[in-house]
């Protein structure tokens, strides 16, 4: 497992960017009435690509946290339900040649999704999401020289909550659509109640 996540970390690092996670976008209608409840982030056994800067895992937590709390709890269902994501690998580039050696940070996750009503999960296997840094005026020559560690953590941490919201907007299945309340039909020239017609 280890080393399969090891060899991908080599190879995407000397990949392309891939597009920003910054900016939330409108809120998927696919997610129907979810709610965020918690968000829960691991990192024990990550593994750190070759040429890596090393992260503090705390760091990682928390910066993950932050950006779940900042996509999914502008959402305002009824339904809960809880994000728990591992850490199983990451690349956060050193400075390199520009041109020719200016590796890329990257990141991959597992994620589950918990539904709190049901007390269970919704997949039994972690989805597996990577993402690349975005690309911008600091990164397009290389990260390593003109972020620090706990920018480029940003960054990938943006993009990877980016597309935990696009996989789940796939799985309509689990999120039922929200209700909305049906406001009374007003009649027109309805004729008057008995009580006033006696009167």
Same mark, same amino acid.
């Given at each position: 497992m280890k080393t399969r996540i090891c060899g991908a970390l080599a190879a995407l690092a000397l990949l392309g960017a891939c597009t920003s996670g910054a900016q939330l976008g409108e809120e998927r209608s696919e997610l129907g009435d979810f709610r965020l409840g918690h968000a829960i982030v691991v990192t024990d056994g990550a593994t750190i690509g070759p040429a890596?800067?090393?992260?503090?895992?705390?760091?990682?937590?928390?910066?993950?946290?932050?950006?779940?709390?900042?996509?999914?709890?502008?959402?305002?269902?009824?339904?809960?339900?809880?994000?728990a994501i591992a850490v199983q690998g990451y690349v956060l580039a050193i400075p390199g040649i520009p041109i020719v050696a200016a590796p890329k940070s990257v990141l991959i996750l597992g994620v589950t999704i918990w539904d709190d009503a049901a007390q269970k999960k919704l997949n039994d296997t972690p989805h597996r999401i990577t993402v690349l840094e975005s690309l911008s005026g600091e990164t397009v020559i290389s990260s390593g020289l003109t972020q620090s560690a706990e920018e480029q953590m940003q960054n990938l941490s943006e993009n990877a909550v980016a597309a935990i919201e696009r996989w789940m907007a796939?799985?309509? %299945?689990?999120? #039922? !659509?929200?209700?909305?309340?049906? &406001?009374?039909?007003?009649? %027109?020239?309805? #004729? !008057?109640?008995?009580?006033?017609? &006696?009167s």
């Open positions: 890596s800067r090393r992260a503090d895992p705390g760091v990682w937590e928390s910066t993950l946290t932050d950006e779940v709390q900042r996509r999914f709890g502008r959402y305002d269902g009824d339904k809960y339900y809880h994000i796939t799985k309509t %299945e689990w999120f #039922p !659509p929200r209700t909305t309340l049906v &406001e009374p039909e007003v009649v %027109e020239n309805a #004729p !008057p109640d008995a009580a006033a017609s &006696e």
